[in-house]
């Protein structure tokens, strides 16, 4: 039974996963959270290295992952109302795709 991560106090958890065929994408484009602290759980099963960051619309880093491979790994960061950016630090990968919008209700 998946724990209620809303009523907990310990904030929310999003699942991020990029391509495991090794493609410069990730799972989805967008995700969504409420406001608060958010634990991005991040799953890479390709052979090549990725990571997560987040950038407020200023761009801000509020958060990031380490790069992985083969491997999953989380980053907790704190968020307010707003639009966010996430993408792969990587040199060519956020050009190529790795990229997607975090909606913060």
Do not use: R
């Not at 990029?18 to 991040?42: C, H, I, M, Q, R």
């Not at 090549?48 to 989380?74: F, L």
């Amino acid at each position: 039974q998946p724990a209620d991560t809303t009523a907990s106090g310990s904030g929310q958890v999003l699942q991020l996963a990029a391509d495991p065929s090794g493609a410069l994408a990730y799972d989805t484009t967008e995700l969504s959270s409420k406001a608060g602290n958010v634990t991005l759980d991040f799953t890479n099963e390709s052979p090549v290295g990725h990571d997560v960051v987040i950038e407020d619309s200023n761009g801000k880093e509020v958060g990031a992952t380490d790069v992985i491979t083969g491997q999953s790994t989380t980053a907790e960061f704190e968020v307010k109302p707003g639009s966010y950016t996430f993408f792969c630090s990587l040199p060519g990968h956020e050009e190529a795709g790795m990229k997607g919008t975090l909606t913060v209700k």
